[in-house]
């Protein structure tokens, strides 16, 4: 059977429900490697930091160590928006939906943790998620570019 081409159709794109659900998909991928990031680098810090660990049990961080935590977060943030941006092809949708998602996740953490941490910290880690997210992204964009 032929098929009769269309004027306006597109050829060789994927379909809609398609694409959603790949972005979903690498967004699902992106916020899993957020939090695997975040484990390894946080076990990471007990083993290697004396002190640490009681520091994180009773939320009394000294400044290097609210600093390192922020670091953490700011790898896991660019590696969740690489891998959206691998998976979703280049795209920024995919990390766009997770850097949102990942505000979501953490909004109601850092108000129920207000009082533990100074208002700098919970700011810094809060307005860092989506830039940082669609940093990682743009990474990945540029190092398809350099490739290609």
């Not at 997770?98 to 009082?115: E, R």
């Not at 830039?131 to 190092?143: F, S, V």
Request: with cysteine.
């Amino acid at each position: 059977m032929n098929t009769i081409p269309l004027a306006n159709a597109q050829h060789n794109t994927p379909s809609s429900s398609y694409t959603i659900f790949k972005t979903i998909g690498a967004a699902i991928a992106a916020l899993v490697t957020w939090f695997f990031v975040a484990t390894v680098l946080n076990l990471a810090l007990r083993a290697s930091w004396p002190h640490y660990h009681e520091a994180e049990t009773a939320f009394n961080f000294t400044l290097a160590m609210k600093l390192a935590r922020l670091v953490l977060g700011a790898i896991s943030s660019l590696g969740a928006g690489f891998v959206a941006a691998w998976i979703d092809k280049d795209r920024m949708k995919a990390a766009t939906l997770t850097g949102i998602v990942l505000l979501g996740l953490f909004i109601p953490g850092h108000y129920l943790l207000w009082s533990k941490f100074p208002i700098w910290y919970h700011l810094t880690f809060l307005a860092s998620l989506l830039p940082l997210t669609l940093l990682g992204a743009a990474i990945y964009r540029r190092t398809c570019q350099k490739a290609a």
